[in-house]
C-alpha cells in the first residue's frame, strides 16, 4: 500500500499544477466526509463549512511551501497561525442554550481537526491526512453511539428544573432525599420556558446506581411543583 502511495505521489509531482489540484481535490474529500455526518445533524458547521475549512488550510500550507522555496522563510509559519486562527471559527459554533446546556464542542473540535487534515495534505503528508480522516470520521459517527450510551446511562447527571409559580424547591430536593438522589451542585437562574415568574435551577445529580437518565426525567416532570424539566 505504501509502494502505491510513494508512486503516486511522485507521479503527480511531476507536474506542479497537478499537484496543486490534487491536494485541493483530497482536502474537498477529506473535509466533506468529515462535514457531512455534522450536515446531516444540522449542525452550525455543516458539509460545506469543513471543506472550506480544510481546503483553506490546504492552500495556506501550499501557498507557505511556495513562500518557503522563493524567499527561503520559515515554512511552518503560516501554518501555525491557522491552528490557532482557526479558533474564532470554533468558538462561533459553541452555544449555551437558555437551560445553561453546552452544546457545539464537537463540531468545534472538528473544525480544528479539518484544519490540521488540510495542513497535512498541503504539506504532503497524505497518509497522515487519510488516516486521521478515517478516525475522526468514525469518532463522529460510531463513536457519538457509543458515547450516548454511556452518558444516558451513568450515574451522574445534570438537570434544569423550572417550578411552578407556588412550587418549593424544598419539595424537590425532598423527592431527591426519598429516592437516595444526592445533589452536589445547585445553580439558580431566571426561568425561560414559562410566561410567568418561577424559580429556574440547575442541579447537579448523584443517583444511587446507574439508570435511565430519561426516566428520572420523567419522575421528576410527574412532580407537581415542577413545571419544566429537561436533561443538561
Known sequence: MITYITYFKDWVSET???????KLLLS??????????????????????????CLGATLVMITNQYIANLYGSDPARLGAQV????????????????SNQVIGL??????????????????GFYEGALIATFFIFIIITVFN?????FTTNSKSMEIYAEL??????GDLLTFMHKNSIRVSHVEF????HSDVKSVAAVLSLRLPKKHPHFEIVEMLQSLECVSFVDEI
Open 83 to 98: 491552528i490557532s486562527g482557526i479558533g474564532f471559527l470554533g468558538a462561533g459554533t459553541i452555544i449555551v442554550t437558555r
Open 28 to 53: 474537498l474529500i477529506c473535509g466533506g466526509m468529515i462535514g457531512i455526518d455534522r450536515g446531516m445533524k444540522r449542525r452550525a458547521a455543516g458539509f460545506r463549512t469543513y471543506m472550506l475549512v
Open 106 to 123: 464537537t463540531t468545534a473540535a472538528g473544525l480544528w481537526a479539518s484544519a490540521c487534515m488540510g495542513l497535512a495534505i498541503g504539506v
Open 164 to 169: 411552578v409559580p407556588e412550587g418549593k424547591m
Open 145 to 149: 453511539g457509543i458515547d450516548r450510551k
Open 189 to 192: 437562574l431566571k426561568a425561560t
Open 16 to 22: 506542479t499544477v497537478l499537484l496543486v489540484f490534487f
